[in-house]
């Protein structure tokens, strides 16, 4: 029986791909860098934000230096943004209120977008919802794939890997939970072709609309 489902935030619960990629992009053009198209970011996010960066530019743009520039300068962006486009998948806000009233489950976040980011997306798209824990990005710890924050997920919740699920939408979200040793149930809202995903890893079951989460558990 699982104690405790692990989400993933962008991707997985909330759709923020169209805002993001638009943040991308004046961030790029910023440094005079080439742009995408919105519709290739979700092809093209996934980790953290220097893996992010390293795919989009160039190699002779991967400096270190440029790098963190980048970065910084994608978090002053976002911060500031109004995000209009950034909203709850269809179906997962009841979800998540089902998952609430299990009295025996705690659900939680880990994710890779900052802290700071995190607990106010989470704040004001999903009031009234209980996390047992919200752990995002800070240069303090490390970041996914590395198991730290679901390790420490289990811990404050009293879960065994076994007890636990990890529910992503990405290889990262994948390897997050082998390296937990947690099962992981991928979600798959886009109807992609996920069976490369699925194949050799420890995904138990693909999700494809989020009520089918329940399916699994």
Known sequence: MKKLVIFDLDGTLIDTIVDAGRCFNKVLEHFGLKTYPLEEYKHMVGGNLEVIFSNLVQEKDRTDEMLLKLKEKYREVYLADSKPN???????????????EDKNLSIAINTNK????????????????????????IESRPSK??????????????????????VGDSITDITTAKNAGIDCILVNWLSADVTGLVEENNVKFVANIPADIFKFL
């Open 86 to 100: 950034t909203k709850p998948f269809a179906g997962i806000l009841d979800v998540l209120k089902k998952l609430n």
């Open 114 to 137: 900052s802290q700071f980011l995190a607990e106010e997306l989470c704040a004001n798209i999903f009031t009234g919802i209980n996390f047992a824990g919200i752990l995002g990005y």
């Open 145 to 166: 794939p590395d198991p730290y924050a679901a390790n420490e997920l289990m811990r404050l919740n009293g879960a065994l890997p076994q007890e636990t699920i990890y």
